[in-house]
């Protein structure tokens, strides 16, 4: 057995092997010290024949579905190693195999996944032109392709977050050093990321000629990708995935241009510090799996086609109004399983009996929401209808063979209804009623021989028997076969009870072996609706989501957005999706309005305190445009959209300094990378740039960058610069379309009280020492830097030129001895002035010191 561990071993020497030895799956060696650590179970040792000795750690086999998770989510590969005979048949040592390789990215396993967040594997190309990329989650059959430079490929990786990235042995250190370590990997040959392999591998698998039809012909490094993907899955012997029927390209020009950092800092999906509260979770309202799933890709993926994000506001806006019909369509959505996933089990020949009820169940309910919409008065409403498939041929069959709840193991039997085959309504009659049948036997041959006290009995040696007492012996028939006598009685059978028996012993196993073959001919049929199962599922995704989208609209008073072709931006009283959800009604998001265009406009610069809500508002801005392109209503009283194309988000180093990540370099470094690729249509939001350095510097640069979005020749990138210098409150003078603005506070009686509200014009001055005053800062200090700041004002009144650099005033703590009336340090002055120290040798200095300090004396 050991012999056939270490082969097995030699051929996946990555992956932990659970080796099945009679009712237990068991580790060995190394894998098994690491399985008990991961799983809390006991590390023996046993010398296994040989000298030396074998560590050991196992589990029983019906424990796989609570240790595997385990395992996979601590980052292991792990191959299961099945008997592949029935030991009790084999000669010599069972053969055995693997049957399946679970590894972070490829697993069907419900415990490993999250109902509400796809799994994704991922395969990159480094290649010197474009890299390519391939994302797949087998458990719901979805396969994307894209190809470009390293940021597009980093920013895909952030939006999809695969649990495991594989790439080509040869690129180890470009790998690492492009994407780091964020990700758990797995390096295939370098024979596998070649185009030949990757094309013949996609085109044969899909079943076509060539790969035209999937829009990806001339994308070779995304070719070479997702051949790798499918590679990996023959390593980890996942051979059924006949869901995997599509592949499609990620097309970047469909979708807002959002990059990491601008993902990360809106905090779309993942928050930033813990306890932080991101959009997804104010938007989702879905009630099943894969609702949720899709909005997560909605919201990394916001719209730039105007025609496809009104068919989704129109939806939204028809909930909204007819709230009876959403009521309903929820009512159904919410009894529909995660059919998604469940169908690719079906594919991969892992659903189990309740599993196929539960799919039944969900194309029942979605044969009512199809009829409520296909009623409804709205076109694009509609649409949603013709695209459910209610399989209806498919429902009738699961209906009519398949128990209402039959268990999740189909070895405990009880599958299959009563009527759907003879064979099996006589085998079950004849385990149910057995012993029924056994005592009418009796009576009856009780009565036809006239032996009073006959009794029925079994014995593993002969099985049933009919036992006489030894008084009425005579009365036995000639045709009863005595098996054996006792002391006081004697045992026949009979052939009518060895027939009997012999369909009472079998009938159980019997059961079960019709049952199972009637499921899989099920499973068999259910194979067959695949695609319009995954249709249906994805339909009724997007329906879930844009039914919570007119749910939030209703609950949190949200408006339908304008989006249009041109190139304004106009945002009547608009609030925060977050933070107003996390403020009470008495003190409630004062909303703001925001307007930006090419013309007049284009850059916002906002001044005012900290902590007075400039970086709410900013976000705010982002938030409602990609939320409308989304295809949501947004929290605004109006939202007229000129479709954005790219949102570029930085905000100034200290802000993400407890990342550890945001050095001044780092801020400059995106800065850059936003400066190069902006558009007429992009949106930039640049809070507290450049204040990783000094104030002069910041300033500087700060107000390099604002003249250079201004005068930029090709594209005026609408800006919402928030600044606590309001040093850049003088650009508007000199360039048109910058505007100042302030978000409003009130002093009272030397505090502040933020009003919230953004006004016109340039703040004077930034209230941070009113900032710390709050934060409970030392008296003295706050007095001190009262006087401080004072010093600064005059300074700069006597300059009144903001471009040239001012001197710090002089620290007036110490008086200088030079300004004193003292008439010695009066003397020691005249004398120091006199002195001509060129002239002076190091003995005259010496002499003079001493001079000067008798003076003192
Ligand atoms: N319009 C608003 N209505 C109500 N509360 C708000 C509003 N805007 C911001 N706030 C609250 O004020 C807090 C501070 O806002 P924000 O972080 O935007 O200030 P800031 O001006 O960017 O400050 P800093 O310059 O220190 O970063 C927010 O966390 C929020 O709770």
Request: proline share 4%; aromatic share 8%; charged share 25%.
């Amino acid at each position: 057995m050991m012999k056939q561990f270490n082969a097995i071993k030699a051929k996946h020497p990555t992956a932990m092997l659970l080796f099945r030895v009679g009712d237990f799956y068991e580790t060995f060696g190394d894998d098994a010290v690491t399985a008990s650590k991961i799983l809390d179970i006991v590390l023996t040792k046993r010398s296994n024949g040989s000298a030396s000795e074998t560590q050991l750690a196992g589990f029983p086999h019906h424990s796989l579905d609570t240790y595997l998770p385990k395992l996979v989510k601590a980052g292991q590969r792990v191959a299961i190693v099945d008997q592949l005979e029935d030991p009790k048949t084999a000669k010599g040592v069972v053969k055995r195999g693997i049957t399946e390789l679970v590894t972070p990215g490829v697993s069907m396993n419900d415990n490993v996944l999250s109902v509400k967040q796809n799994n994704y594997l991922a395969a990159i190309h480094i290649s010197k032109k474009e890299l390519g990329i391939s994302f797949l989650d087998i458990s719901t059959g979805e396969f994307f392709v894209a190809q470009g430079n390293q940021n597009y490929i980093d920013k895909l990786l952030q939006g999809f977050a695969p649990s495991e990235v594989l790439y080509c042995r040869n690129d180890q250190e470009h790998y690492k050093e492009l994407f780091g370590d964020t990700y758990p990997t797995f390096r295939q040959d370098d024979w596998v990321y070649t185009s030949e392999y990757g094309y013949e591998k996609l085109t044969t698998h899909f079943g076509t000629k060539n790969l035209k039809g999937f829009g990806i012909e001339n994308m070779p490094s995304a070719i070479i990708a997702a051949g790798a993907v499918l590679n990996y899955l023959e390593l980890t012997e996942h051979h059924h995935i006949d869901h995997i029927h599509h592949i499609s390209r990620i097309q970047e020009d469909k979708y807002v241009w959002l990059d990491k950092f601008t993902a990360r800092s809106l905090e779309l999906i993942f928050p930033q510090n813990d306890g932080g509260v991101p959009l997804i979770d104010i938007l989702d309202k879905c009630v099943t799996p894969m609702g949720a799933r899709l909005l997560k890709k909605w919201t990394v993926l916001p719209l730039k086609d105007l025609a496809s994000i009104n068919t989704r506001l129109n939806i939204v806006d028809f909930f909204t109004k007819d709230e009876d019909i959403a009521d309903d369509v929820l009512a159904h959505l919410r009894q529909i399983n995660d059919i998604e996933r469940l169908i690719s089990k079906v594919a991969v020949g892992r659903v189990n009996p309740r599993e196929i009820v539960y799919i039944k169940k969900a194309l029942q309910h979605a044969a009512p929401i199809k009829v409520l919409l296909s009623k409804a008065n709205d076109k694009e409403v509609k649409v949603i209808a013709d695209h459910i498939n209610t399989c209806d041929i498919l429902v009738e069959r699961i209906e009519k063979e398949m128990q209402e709840m039959p268990p999740i193991n189909p070895a405990q039997g009880n599958i299959i209804k009563e009527g759907v085959n003879a064979e099996l309504d006589e085998l079950r009659a004849i385990s149910h009623s057995g012993k029924d049948f056994l005592r009418q036997i009796q009576e009856r041959e009780s009565d036809r021989t006239g032996i009073p006290s006959l009794k029925i009995g079994y014995n593993k040696v002969f099985g049933y028997y009919l036992e006489v007492r030894n008084t009425h012996k005579d009365k036995v028939p000639a045709e009863w076969i005595r098996k054996s006598t006792l002391v006081n009685a004697e045992r026949y059978i009979t052939e009518e009870l060895k027939q009997y028996e012999e369909k009472i012993l079998t009938a159980e196993s019997q059961i079960g072996i019709i049952e199972n073959k009637l499921f899989m001919d099920l499973i068999q049929m259910a194979t067959e609706y695949i695609t319009p199962i995954q249709q249906t599922a994805a339909t009724l995704a997007k329906l879930d989501c844009l039914v919570s989208f007119s749910t939030n609209a209703i609950d949190y008073n949200y408006v339908k957005p304008i989006i249009s072709d041109d190139k304004a931006l106009d945002i009547k009283e608009g609030r925060h999706p977050v933070i107003e959800r996390q403020l009470s009604v008495d003190d409630p998001y004062i909303p703001n309005d925001v307007y930006l265009d090419n013309e007049e406009q284009q850059i916002m610069v906002i001044t005012g305190p900290n902590m007075s809500g400039k970086s709410a508002l900013l976000r705010q801005t982002a938030l409602i445009v990609l939320m409308a392109q989304m295809g949501s209503f947004v929290p605004a009283a109006a939202a007229h959209i000129g479709l954005v194309d790219k949102v570029f988000t930085r905000v100034g180093a200290s802000d993400n300094l407890s990342k550890g990540e945001s050095t001044f370099m780092v801020e400059m470094t995106e800065t850059a990378s936003i400066l190069n690729n902006i558009s007429d249509r992009s949106l930039v939001l640049m809070d507290e740039i450049g204040r990783g350095t000094s104030t002069y510097d910041g300033v500087s640069i700060a107000w390099a960058i604002v003249e250079y979005l201004h005068n930029h020749k090709k594209s005026r990138a609408k800006t919402l610069f928030a600044t606590h210098y309001h040093e850049l409150n003088e650009l508007a003078e000199d360039f048109p379309r910058i505007k100042n603005f302030s978000v409003s506070v009130k002093e009272h009686q030397k505090k502040i009280i933020f009003l919230r509200k953004l006004k016109e014009g340039g703040s004077e001055h930034s209230f941070g020492i009113h900032v710390a005053q709050l934060a409970g800062m030392p008296g003295s200090v706050v007095r001190r830097s009262e006087d401080i700041l004072e010093h600064l004002e005059q300074d700069k009144r006597k300059e009144k030129n903001t471009e040239r650099i001012k001197e710090m005033p002089k620290d007036n703590y110490q008086l200088s001895i030079f300004d004193s009336v003292d008439p010695i340090a009066k003397e020691l002055k005249e004398q120091l002035e006199q002195l001509d120290v060129n002239t002076m040798t190091p003995l005259d200095a010496m002499l003079k010191l001493n001079e000067l300090k008798k003076l003192l004396s």
